[in-house]
Every structure is written in C-alpha cells, then in structure tokens.
C-alpha cells in the first residue's frame, strides 16, 4: 500500500483552502456584494477558518483582484481558442467583441463576473483592459494612413465596448447577439472601416 506524503497532503489541503477563497470571492463578485463583504464573510461563504485567510491573501483587496485575474485567464484562453482564423486586426476585433458579446449565453457565471467589472476598464484596473485595447488599437492602425484617429477615438471605442455589454446582461438571450453584430460595426465605423468591410465582418458562423 502506497502512503501520501504528509507533504503532499498538505500541499493538497493548502490548494484546496486556498480554492475555496478564490471562489468564494467570485461569488461575490458576481453577485455584486464584493464590495461590502467582510473577511469574516468571505471565509464562511468559502468554509474555511478565519486565521486561515491571511495565510494566502494580505487582504481582501488582493483576494478580489486574484479571483478576477483568474476568470480573465480562463476567458482569455476560451477566446484565443476562438480568434486563431482571424486573419486581420479588424477581424480580430470584430470576432473579439461578438464572441464576448455572447459570452452570457454560453458561459454566464464568467460573463457575469468579467462584465460587471467593466466600469474598470477606464482607470485601467480591469485585467481585460490591455488586451481590449491592444485590439482596438491594433485595428485602428491596420486602417491608417487612409484615417487619422487619436487616443480619444480608442477612449470612445472601449467606452462603447464596456457600455453595451454591460448593458447587453439584461437583455434577452435572443437580443444579445444582434446587439454584440451591431456593437461590432458602431466601433469599426468609428475607427474609420468601410461599409463593405463591416458588412464582412459582422456575418459567418461562431464557433461555441
């Protein structure tokens, strides 16, 4: 008979307290109760002891930011899966914002966490912020020299971005994609696109 290490066996319990706290705080942030929480509440939402928190997390703000950074992540991976035909920065943008656009119809615990922290996205805390901008950024340049645009037209498009989604949880499901197609071509047209590009790139089939 094979005996587990004690070492190994901690470390295990260690993964799952800490796990536990992790999901605890995604829970709340999905709720939208994070910001009132207690130390005390998170613990008992995660079933751990009190004095166990401080040993993987100096407060409940770098809990919180842990807890997003990780769906972020596992996003990030779901939409790169995704983004790998995007031949373009334009269609890169495009495919980015109808994927996301739809993430509560395939995946609405994230979509629920990540987007009810877009209002992050103008101070630059949220962890999707550089990315959101990369991409609009990188679609904007990919029009150039045929338009001039500035930093303020890459404040207005990720403000757009933020907004609609945001406002796109509400909806019902079968509002929510057209919303996401007409989001795409409201921002390419403000990067200077033309009609018959947007047209492009606002149809085809999505992969789930």
């Known amino acids: 008979m094979t005996t587990v290490p004690a070492e190994g066996r901690n470390a295990r319990r260690k993964e799952r307290t800490r796990a ?20 005390k509440t998170i613990t008992e939402l995660a079933d751990v002891g009190f004095g ?8 409940k703000t770098e809990l919180f930011d842990v807890a ?11 939409l790169d ?3 790998r035909v995007a031949a373009t920065p334009l269609q890169r943008l495009a495919l980015s914002i109808r994927y996301t656009g739809r993430l509560h119809l395939w995946h609405p ?5 990540l987007i009810g922290q877009f209002t992050a996205l103008y101070a630059g805390k949220a962890p999707l912020d550089g990315r959101i901008r990369a991409d609009v950024v990188g679609a904007m ?12 037209t ?21 509002d929510r994609a057209q919303l996401a197609d007409s989001l795409v071509a409201d921002v390419l047209r403000l990067l200077g696109a033309d009609e018959g590009a ?11």
């Open 52 to 59: 166990s928190f401080f040993n993987y997390f100096e407060s």
């Open 198 to 208: 947007i047209a492009e790139l606002v149809s085809g089939p999505l992969e789930e």
């Open 154 to 174: 890459v404040i207005a498009a990720m403000g757009a971005i933020g907004a609609v989604l945001a406002a796109a949880s509400s909806l019902p499901e079968d």
């Open 141 to 152: 340049q990919s029009l150039e020299p045929k338009t001039a645009r500035g930093s303020s």
């Open 81 to 83: 899966e995704r983004l």
């Open 20 to 39: 536990a706290l992790v999901g605890a705080a995604q829970e709340l942030l999905a709720n939208g109760h994070a910001h009132d929480a207690s130390i």
């Open 68 to 78: 997003l950074t990780e769906v972020a992540q596992r996003y990030e991976d779901w």
């Open 109 to 113: 615990e994230e979509a629920n966490l």
